[in-house]
């Protein structure tokens, strides 16, 4: 009789199959010890970065908070008007907010506010603010005297000892009103082109803008519109040019609203009638700036 061959063994019990067998288990096992891994490691550094925000980046005291760039304002008065209180995390304090509260209740024209980390301090950067002319506005009460800044804004006069005064704060601004404050900063901004002799400058009722100086006399500049700008321009080349070739006579006033035909006003040019003033004269050249 044939021998018959032994049975073949269950497909479980082969090698291969046994061996894919260990390799699952042993790579579900490597992926639950690898999630442990990420839970611990996750909430160690979460612990930390709590430790580190409240305890790391704290301001402690006064003495972590820098002020520079102010003669008149003191680190105590930053604190104050910040709002302060120690300890204090660091990363709470926004800087652009604390940079407009502080800004609000200073006398500052400028501030900047920074974050330092390492090591942990707030640092505040002031400009004062300095008085560059003498002002005078109309109120509910009557006239009133005070000072403005470089760029137009106005400063009572009971707070000039807050505020630096500037050497040559010779200029008078009569007429003073918020919304002519941007023309305002314009010239302010550009005195020293104009020249040492602007003296006053001017808002009529109606918002028409004059300045007056020792050179020129009265310059119309008619409404502070888009055409500002260019005006300037003109009296700034006016200025360098136009004494020269007068001889030595100052004109009347000169009319700027339309620049690109300023017309003089020369003494002795024609006669004042009843009916208006004398008829302006046009230069014999028109300036080009």
Known sequence: MPRSSPP????????????????????????????WRLVVY???????????????????????????????????????????????????????????????????EQVKVSRLMLPPRLRVELVDREAVARA???????????????????????????????????IQVVGWNERYRPALAKVLRVRQEIGPGLREIRFEPDGAMWITTEELGPLRLGPPDSQLDRRLKVVTHLNQTLPTRLAGKRPLSIDLTDPEQPELSLPGASTTTANGPSPRVQPSSRPHP
């Open 136 to 170: 005078q506005r109309r109120t509910s009460k009557g006239s009133e005297a005070g000072f403005v800044d470089r760029t137009g804004n106005w400063i009572h006069a009971d707070s000039l000892t807050r505020v630096r005064m500037g050497s040559k704060a010779s």
């Open 42 to 108: 996750g909430a160690l550094t979460t612990g930390l970065g709590v430790l580190l925000l409240r305890q790391g980046w704290m301001l402690q005291g006064p003495g972590q908070v820098e002020v520079s760039g102010s003669s008149l304002v003191s680190r105590e008065q930053v604190i104050a008007a910040a709002g302060l209180r120690f300890p204090q995390p660091l990363l709470s304090l926004q800087p652009r907010l604390l940079s407009s509260t502080l800004a609000n209740s200073l006398p500052v």
């Open 8 to 35: 073949s063994p269950p497909p479980s019990t082969l090698p291969g199959v046994e061996r894919r067998r260990q390799l699952r288990r042993q790579r579900r096992m490597e992926r639950l010890q690898d999630g």
